[in-house]
Each structure stands twice: as structure tokens, then as C-alpha cells.
């Protein structure tokens, strides 16, 4: 055994040293993913989308059909709704509610890393490593305090791979009960975002059994977590089909073919767009990769994990390769990836622990990008474009850069450390002060653009309460979620509400230029807010007396056809 990783090894050889380990690994959790949870206001399209369809559930008491705006909404399941639902109830309508779940998942899928660990790894450090690993990856941190539904689908699928797995070891009753409880899972995960919960376990584990030549498990017991994912499915899956017979014709085809195969995918990417942002996404460890390798090369390491190793392999390259193939792409599809990564990192990490020279030139490498990014940062704001930040905004600019440049301190300080577990931990503290600053000094410029929650709520407080409500398409989930009305009428084309405004409840809610030009002759008050300017045919509609005013990318004009005591205020 290398003397490096020797010490490392003694490091929690005490009961004591894991018990503080433990609990400064759940004080980093507290840190990152639930302190920052209300700092910053909802981000659009998906925060007010997520949070305004598990709020229509609660008032409507309707869990069966997705609805935003009142218009139905297929392109999801419910379990990510119902468990934002949930949060709402408990903690109220605000951001921290609607983020919960996310931060909530990535908890627990920080638990399937440490469980992993400490099953099938006998080193005490890697459980405890690969956990520090996971919490201070960016991808995994953005998401997890972000309000989409790649945390619950990760943790699902990603325990029923588990589950499923230790169900090949296991034998008798237990391997039944293992495959069973697999099933669930995966079932549970296609609640939350479809098919997908069913084709990846398949490329991942289907490799895994042939290589290790479990035919008899694949052949003889898989088809039961088959059957228990149906059963788990099938209550709702019924319920919808009953209620709404289109919906699987349309969540099939739209949401599953066309989104990963057609030409006119939606977020279409070149195959090479993982790749491209891997470096950004898995900072800053992707940065040892090249070291992580080379331990995992270790034959006494690969040696004691009865396949594990490949079967995290194969768990952490699949779902990458196969999302990098698909037309459509969003950097959150790869969430799932960075459970086996961070364990592998982990076990690679500290194998090669004595070896201090065969990091440092990726961690200078490290360190350079974060400097690169400082100084293009202050260049770019330095123009004076008031892209970023304005002049006003110098507090937030101070703690944004110095959390770079503590960032890029602490990499070179690595770099240079002669001591195994030194380097490692200060490689994870240096992205803590960047992911807690971040959306403490998030830029007006920014908010103006994507956070609309706060103009649209002082706009709509300014109008008569009854007045006619109406957006474009863009920014429908907004308009909802911050006036708390599903009645708002659509223009200029109706984006992911288009299924809805075209369906029999969605009549007359989609207005065209002649029937807006109506509503604002039959109406008394009418307010038309816009992300981005509205279009000409819209604004031509508009009568001399249109109070207008905006914030941002964001725009509202208000049309009386008498005088009313509340009228918004003409900006400058």
C-alpha cells in the first residue's frame, strides 16, 4: 500500500473522525443546497412552470391531470408535480418550496453515493470522499437548487440501477423482494419523466449482466421488476387515459420521438455538446479524470469490487453516450451520470493518493480556467456595456470575483500541496465559496431577463381586480404563477401551452390580432404584459390612451376604456 494513501485511510480510521466527517458533510449539504434555496428569485421558463402546476393541483385538488394556466399539460408526468405540490403546502408559495424537491433529491441521492461506497468498497474514505465528491460537483449543485425535475428522476433511476444490481447478487427471497423494489423505483421514475426511466436501467444493466454472464438472472428474474414498473404505473396511467384518451399519443410521440430523434427536436444540440460543457459541468474534478484513471487501474482495487467498478463504468458512459446521440439536449440530462462518476473519482482518488506530481498539472490547468473566467468577466463588465453588471452593482461584482479568485487560489494551492488529503479537500473547498456567492450576486441585467416574478406581481397589484389578464407565450407560466390566476389569455404564438390553448377547455383563451383588438373594445381594463417587447401586430392594436411601462426584458401596457383609480405608472 502507497504511504499517500495509507494516511489517507488513517485519516477515518476512528469512529470519532467519521463521526465529524459526517456531520461537516451534512453542514456542506445545509451550505450549498438549502441555505441558497430562497436567495434568488424563480428563473424562466421552468421554475414558475414547475411551481405553477403543483400549485393549479393544490387549488384544483385535480392530481390526475397536469394543467398550467388552467390548459392542460402533457409533457410531464405527475410525480414531479405532485411532490412540488407537496412543498408548496408545507412551506407556502414561495421559491425554497419550489425548489424543496430538487435540494431534497440530491440529499438522497448523496445518501445512494455514501451507501455505495461503504458496500461494495472497502476503503473507509471512498464512502466519505465520494460524498464530498458529489456535493461539490457544479452540475450536481446547480441543479439540486434549481427547480426542475432531473434531481427526482436521478435518484430514482439511479436506485433502482442499484437495487437491481445488488438483486444479481442476492439470491432466493431476497433477490424476489431486490427486483421487486428495483421495479417500484423505476416505475417511480417513469412518474416523473417517461420512458426514459425504462431505456436507461436497459443499456445499463443488460451490458453489465451479459459481461458478468448472468444469464439466469436476466432471463429468469428481470421481467419482475418489468411487471412490478407496470403495476406502479398503472393506477394513473389508467386515470389519465380515462380522463384525457390523448394523452399517451401525445406524450409518446411529441415528448419521446420527436425530442430525441426527429429533426425539429426540441434543444437541438450537436452530438459533441456534452463533451463541449463536460469540463464546466463536472468542475472542478473532472480536472483529475486523467489521475482518477489511473488508480482505478489498480488490479487490488478493481479486484474487491466483485464488477462494480464496470458496473459504475458502463452506469457513468451509457446515459452520456446515449444522450449525446439524442437530437434534443439540455445539460441537466446528464445528472444521473455524476452518482457513478463521483464514487469512481473517489476510488481512483485514493489509490493514487502518493502521487502528488500526476495532479498537479491538471489542477494548474483548473486553476487557469477559473482565472480565465475572472479576468474575462471584469474585461467584459470593464466595457462598460452594463451587460453583467452595472456601476451600481459593485458589492455584488466584489463577491462574485473574489469567490473566483479564492476559486483559483486554493486549485494552485493544491497544485502545489505535497499532503494526499490536502490536496483532495482543498480541491472541493475551492468551488464552495463560488456556489454560495452566486445567487447572492446575481446581476440585475440578469434578473432583468429571466426573473419576471416581482415586476408582474407590482404591475398586477396596480390594475382593478378584474381586469382581463394577457401574455404571450413566453412567459405564460410567469403570468400565472405570479398573479396566482389560470385565466390568462395567450398571444403571439402559445409555446408549451399550444396543446393546451388547441384542446375544447382552451377555447378563446389564444387571441389573435382581431380578437384582442375585441377584448380591449369590450373589456373596461386590460393588461398585456410581454418578455420582450410585444409583437407590432399588438402593440398596433393599442389605443392612445395605453399606460405603459417595463423592467428588464419585460413589458406591460395597461388599456382603460374608463378612468380608473389605480393606473400603472409611465416609466421613463
Given at each position: 500500500?502507497r504511504s499517500?494513501s495509507?494516511?489517507?485511510?488513517?485519516?477515518l480510521?476512528?469512529?470519532?473522525s467519521r463521526?465529524i466527517?459526517?456531520?461537516?458533510?451534512?453542514?456542506?449539504?445545509g451550505?450549498?443546497?438549502?441555505?441558497?434555496?430562497g436567495e434568488r428569485?424563480l428563473?424562466?421558463?421552468?421554475?414558475?412552470?414547475?411551481?405553477?402546476i403543483?400549485?393549479e393541483?393544490?387549488?384544483?385538488?385535480d392530481w390526475?391531470v397536469?394543467?398550467?394556466?388552467?390548459?392542460?399539460y402533457f409533457?410531464?408526468?405527475?410525480?414531479g408535480?405532485?411532490?412540488n405540490?407537496v412543498?408548496?403546502y408545507?412551506?407556502?408559495e414561495n421559491?425554497?418550496?419550489?425548489?424543496?424537491s430538487?435540494?431534497f433529491?440530491?440529499?438522497?441521492?448523496a445518501?445512494?453515493?455514501f451507501?455505495?461506497?461503504?458496500?461494495y468498497?472497502?476503503s473507509?474514505?471512498?464512502p466519505f470522499?465520494?460524498v464530498f465528491?458529489f456535493?461539490?460537483?457544479l452540475e450536481?449543485?446547480?441543479?439540486?437548487?434549481f427547480?426542475?425535475?432531473d434531481?427526482?428522476?436521478?435518484l430514482?433511476?439511479?436506485?433502482?440501477?442499484l437495487?437491481?444490481a445488488?438483486g444479481?447478487?442476492?439470491?432466493g427471497r431476497?433477490?424476489?423482494?431486490?427486483?421487486?423494489?428495483?421495479?417500484?423505483?423505476?416505475?417511480?421514475?417513469f412518474?416523473?419523466?417517461g420512458f426514459l426511466a425504462?431505456a436507461?436501467?436497459?443499456?445499463?444493466?443488460?451490458?453489465w449482466?451479459l459481461?458478468?454472464?448472468?444469464?439466469?438472472?436476466?432471463?429468469?428474474?428481470?421481467?419482475?421488476a418489468?411487471?412490478f414498473?407496470?403495476f406502479t404505473?398503472?393506477?394513473w396511467?389508467?386515470?389519465?387515459?380515462l380522463?384525457?384518451?390523448d394523452?399517451?399519443?401525445?406524450?409518446?410521440?411529441?415528448?419521446?420521438?420527436?425530442r430525441?430523434?426527429?429533426?425539429?427536436?426540441?434543444?437541438k444540440?450537436?452530438?459533441?455538446y456534452?463533451?463541449?460543457?463536460?469540463?464546466?459541468?463536472?468542475?472542478?474534478?473532472?480536472f483529475l479524470?486523467?489521475a482518477?484513471v489511473?488508480?482505478?487501474?489498480?488490479e487490488?482495487?478493481?479486484a474487491?469490487?466483485?464488477?462494480v467498478?464496470?458496473?459504475?463504468v458502463?452506469?457513468?458512459?451509457?446515459?452520456?453516450?446515449?444522450?449525446?446521440?439524442a437530437?434534443g439536449?439540455l445539460s441537466t440530462?446528464i445528472?444521473?451520470?455524476?452518482?457513478?462518476?463521483s464514487i469512481l473519482t473517489?476510488?481512483?482518488?485514493?489509490s493514487i493518493?502518493?502521487k502528488?506530481?500526476?495532479?498537479?498539472?491538471?489542477?494548474?490547468l483548473?486553476?487557469?480556467?477559473?482565472g480565465l473566467?475572472?479576468?474575462?468577466?471584469v474585461d467584459?463588465?470593464?466595457?462598460g456595456?452594463d451587460?453583467?453588471?452595472s456601476?451600481?452593482?459593485l458589492?455584488k461584482?466584489v463577491?462574485?470575483?473574489?469567490?473566483?479568485a479564492?476559486?483559483?487560489?486554493?486549485?494552485?494551492?493544491?497544485?502545489?500541496?505535497?499532503?494526499a488529503?490536502t490536496r483532495?479537500?482543498?480541491?472541493g473547498v475551492s468551488?464552495?465559496?463560488?456556489?454560495?456567492?452566486?445567487?447572492?450576486?446575481?446581476?440585475d441585467?440578469?434578473?432583468g431577463r429571466?426573473?419576471?416574478?416581482?415586476?408582474?406581481?407590482d404591475?398586477?397589484?396596480q390594475v382593478?381586480e378584474n381586469?382581463a389578464?394577457?401574455t404571450?407565450g413566453?412567459?405564460?407560466r410567469?403570468?400565472?404563477w405570479s398573479?396566482?390566476?389560470?385565466?390568462?389569455y395567450?398571444i403571439?404564438g402559445?409555446?408549451?401551452?399550444?396543446?393546451g390553448?388547441a384542446a375544447p377547455?382552451g377555447?378563446?383563451?389564444?387571441?389573435s390580432p382581431d380578437a384582442?383588438?375585441?377584448l380591449?373594445?369590450?373589456?373596461?381594463?386590460?393588461?398585456i404584459?410581454?418578455?420582450?417587447r410585444?409583437?407590432?401586430?399588438?402593440?398596433?392594436?393599442?389605443?392612445?390612451?395605453?399606460v405603459?411601462t417595463?423592467?428588464?426584458n419585460f413589458?406591460?401596457?395597461?388599456?382603460v376604456a374608463?378612468?380608473?383609480?389605480?393606473?400603472?405608472a409611465?416609466?421613463?
Amino acid at each position: 500500500m502507497r504511504s499517500g494513501s495509507m494516511k489517507m485511510k488513517q485519516l477515518l480510521d476512528s469512529e470519532r473522525s467519521r463521526k465529524i466527517a459526517s456531520v461537516l458533510l451534512v453542514g456542506l449539504f445545509g451550505l450549498l443546497y438549502l441555505a441558497v434555496l430562497g436567495e434568488r428569485p424563480l428563473f424562466i421558463p421552468d421554475e414558475p412552470r414547475y411551481g405553477e402546476i403543483a400549485r393549479e393541483m393544490l387549488v384544483s385538488g385535480d392530481w390526475v391531470v397536469p394543467r398550467l394556466n388552467g390548459l392542460l399539460y402533457f409533457e410531464k408526468p405527475p410525480l414531479g408535480h405532485w411532490l412540488n405540490a407537496v412543498s408548496l403546502y408545507i412551506f407556502g408559495e414561495n421559491a425554497f418550496a419550489v425548489r424543496f424537491s430538487s435540494a431534497f433529491s440530491t440529499g438522497l441521492s448523496a445518501l445512494l453515493v455514501f451507501f455505495i461506497g461503504r458496500r461494495y468498497y472497502t476503503s473507509r474514505v471512498v464512502p466519505f470522499l465520494a460524498v464530498f465528491i458529489f456535493l461539490t460537483t457544479l452540475e450536481v449543485q446547480a441543479i439540486g437548487t434549481f427547480s426542475v425535475l432531473d434531481p427526482v428522476f436521478s435518484l430514482l433511476l439511479n436506485a433502482g440501477i442499484l437495487v437491481m444490481a445488488g438483486g444479481a447478487y442476492a439470491s432466493g427471497r431476497r433477490r424476489i423482494w431486490l427486483v421487486a423494489i428495483a421495479g417500484v423505483l423505476f416505475g417511480l421514475a417513469f412518474l416523473t419523466k417517461g420512458f426514459l426511466a425504462l431505456a436507461l436501467p436497459v443499456l445499463v444493466l443488460v451490458p453489465w449482466l451479459l459481461i458478468r454472464k448472468e444469464y439466469v438472472f436476466l432471463f429468469q428474474h428481470a421481467w419482475i421488476a418489468v411487471v412490478f414498473a407496470a403495476f406502479t404505473v398503472a393506477p394513473w396511467a389508467i386515470a389519465i387515459h380515462l380522463d384525457q384518451p390523448d394523452f399517451w399519443r401525445y406524450f409518446f410521440w411529441v415528448e419521446h420521438i420527436q425530442r430525441f430523434a426527429s429533426d425539429n427536436a426540441q434543444h437541438k444540440e450537436p452530438f459533441y455538446y456534452f463533451l463541449m460543457y463536460l469540463p464546466a459541468l463536472a468542475f472542478p474534478w473532472i480536472f483529475l479524470l486523467p489521475a482518477t484513471v489511473k488508480g482505478l487501474r489498480s488490479e487490488d482495487r478493481l479486484a474487491s469490487t466483485s464488477g462494480v467498478t464496470l458496473l459504475l463504468v458502463l452506469w457513468a458512459i451509457v446515459p452520456f453516450v446515449f444522450f449525446s446521440i439524442a437530437s434534443g439536449k439540455l445539460s441537466t440530462y446528464i445528472l444521473p451520470c455524476f452518482v457513478p462518476f463521483s464514487i469512481l473519482t473517489a476510488v481512483g482518488l485514493s489509490s493514487i493518493a502518493a502521487k502528488p506530481r500526476s495532479m498537479q498539472l491538471s489542477l494548474i490547468l483548473a486553476a487557469v480556467a477559473a482565472g480565465l473566467f475572472l479576468v474575462a468577466l471584469v474585461d467584459f463588465v470593464g466595457k462598460g456595456e452594463d451587460l453583467v453588471f452595472s456601476s451600481a452593482e459593485l458589492p455584488k461584482q466584489v463577491v462574485l470575483y473574489g469567490s473566483l479568485a479564492v476559486m483559483a487560489s486554493l486549485l494552485l494551492f493544491a497544485a502545489m500541496s505535497m499532503k494526499a488529503h490536502t490536496r483532495i479537500v482543498t480541491v472541493g473547498v475551492s468551488v464552495i465559496p463560488f456556489m454560495v456567492a452566486l445567487p447572492l450576486s446575481m446581476p440585475d441585467s440578469i434578473l432583468g431577463r429571466k426573473a419576471p416574478e416581482a415586476f408582474i406581481k407590482d404591475t398586477v397589484s396596480q390594475v382593478p381586480e378584474n381586469t382581463a389578464l394577457v401574455t404571450n407565450g413566453s412567459l405564460v407560466r410567469a403570468m400565472s404563477w405570479s398573479a396566482k390566476r389560470t385565466d390568462i389569455y395567450v398571444i403571439d404564438g402559445g409555446g408549451e401551452t399550444t396543446y393546451g390553448l388547441a384542446a375544447p377547455d382552451g377555447a378563446g383563451r389564444f387571441l389573435s390580432p382581431d380578437a384582442l383588438s375585441d377584448l380591449l373594445a369590450g373589456e373596461a381594463s386590460v393588461l398585456i404584459v410581454c418578455k420582450g417587447r410585444c409583437s407590432s401586430a399588438t402593440t398596433d392594436a393599442l389605443p392612445p390612451n395605453t399606460v405603459s411601462t417595463s423592467h428588464g426584458n419585460f413589458f406591460a401596457h395597461h388599456v382603460v376604456a374608463r378612468p380608473v383609480r389605480n393606473e400603472i405608472a409611465t416609466s421613463q
